[in-house]
């Protein structure tokens, strides 16, 4: 059973920073691919940003220039670095893990960590 742990959550002002962290139980290089998303009340999960195997990222354009994801292979851990935080931006986070082994897709989910922004 994999799990998918996030912490870092919490009450910042508009304009703070947080960083998330989301530590795996297995090693994070067996992932093709892991991500962070947000849901907020009412409204659908969203992809905020994803880095492979191989570090590559990739950001909602909503999110760039000031959130930053990256990875510790060493620590099975994936930061999500989140600057600048906006109110709009109040919303459940989770971090996923998507393999694949070229016959079947999985995607894992953590539990999520709460965001909240104040104005």
């Known amino acids: 059973q994999v799990q998918l742990v996030e912490s870092g959550g919490g009450l910042v002002q508009a304009g703070g920073s947080l960083r998330l962290s989301c530590a795996a139980s297995r090693n994070i290089f067996t992932f093709n691919r892991m991500g962070w998303y947000r849901q907020a009340p009412g409204k659908q999960r969203e992809l905020v940003a994803s880095?492979?195997?191989?570090?590559?990222?990739n950001y909602a354009v909503f999110v760039q220039g000031r959130f930053t994801i990256s990875r510790d292979n060493a620590k099975n851990t994936v930061y999500l670095q989140m600057n600048s935080l906006e109110p709009e931006e109040t919303a459940l986070y989770y971090c996923?893990?998507?393999?694949?082994?070229?016959?079947?897709?999985?995607?894992?989910w953590g539990q999520g960590t709460q965001v909240t922004v104040s104005s």
């Open positions: 996923n893990g998507y393999a694949h082994d070229g016959i079947r897709s999985y995607d894992y």
């Open positions: 880095i492979t195997r191989g570090s590559n990222t």
